[in-house]
Structure formats: structure tokens, C-alpha cells
């Protein structure tokens, strides 16, 4: 008899073993999980990379029309957010609407896309008239500049053609 219950009990201590583990390493990954959890980053800052990759490589004056330049494009892009919020919600408004007219999704969507056209044809306008200023060596750095950085996209080596 004692055999039995020696044998139980060893049966019963190595399951309630077994299950202790397991809730110890669930609340230890949840603790961990928890602690390490970071927003993912933001997308990147194309303004300040310009800034900081062409610090040196302008001249004073360069530098200063450079600065003033990216400032005004900032502040214009700034004064698009808001539009562009405004339309984006409207859009969710119009796919989610019980009574689905694609008639109004269209036209809302032409004028999300004519407002970013006139944002990038002023910004486009505000860049040119910039670029006149600078002389052709600051030109050439931010060419050189242009022309190191990956465009949007899959990356692809040079010497390789992409299939």
C-alpha cells in the first residue's frame, strides 16, 4: 500500500510541477513581452536626413539657403496635414456609409489627388526657384547627395537587372 501512494503522490507533485511551470514561464513571457514593447519607429524624416547629410558639404551661404528652403517646404507641407486628415476621414466615411455611392467616393478621391497635385506642383515651384539660388558647387553636392540616396522602392544593386 504505502508503494501506491508514494507513487500517486510522486504522480500529483510532478503534475502540479509541470503546471506551476508553465504559468511561470506564460507570466514571465507575458512580463517580458510587456517591458520590451516599443512603438514601431516612424517613418523616416526626409527633411532632417537632407539637413544632416549636406551639413559641410555646402557653402555658409548654401547652408542658410538650404535651411530657409527646407523650413518653407515644412511649413507648407504642415498647412496640407490638416486638409489631408479631413479627407481621409471623409473617405472612411464614404466606404463605411450603409448606403455605398461610388459616384461621391470618386469625386472625393479626384480631389484628394488634385490637392496633393497642387501641394507638389508648388512645392515643385518653391524647389526650382531655390535650386537658382545656390551656385553650381552647392548644386553639384546636393546632386551628389540625390544621387547616393535610395529612391522609393525595392532596392537593386546597380550591376543587377531586376526580372
Do not use: C, Y
Not at 23 to 49: C, E, I, Q, T
Amino acid at each position: 500500500m504505502p508503494l501506491k501512494t508514494a507513487s500517486r503522490r510522486f504522480i500529483v507533485l510532478a503534475n502540479v510541477l509541470f503546471l506551476s511551470l508553465g504559468v511561470n514561464l506564460f507570466l514571465a513571457g507575458w512580463l517580458v513581452g510587456g517591458s520590451f514593447d516599443r512603438p514601431p519607429p516612424g517613418p523616416p524624416n526626409f527633411f532632417r536626413d537632407f539637413e544632416t547629410r549636406l551639413k559641410g558639404q555646402l557653402s555658409e551661404r548654401g547652408q542658410v539657403l538650404l535651411q530657409e528652403g527646407i523650413d518653407d517646404l515644412r511649413a507648407e507641407f504642415e498647412r496640407f496635414r490638416p486638409a489631408a486628415d479631413v479627407s481621409r476621414k471623409n473617405l472612411a466615411k464614404l466606404i463605411a456609409a450603409p448606403a455605398f455611392d461610388p459616384d461621391t467616393l470618386r469625386a472625393t478621391l479626384q480631389a484628394a489627388i488634385d490637392s496633393r497635385n497642387q501641394l507638389d506642383a508648388r512645392s515643385l515651384n518653391r524647389i526650382t526657384a531655390l535650386l537658382v539660388q545656390f551656385d553650381a558647387k552647392d548644386r553639384a553636392a546636393i546632386a551628389d547627395f540625390i544621387r547616393r540616396t535610395p529612391g522609393p522602392g525595392p532596392q537593386h544593386s546597380q550591376d543587377t537587372d531586376p526580372k
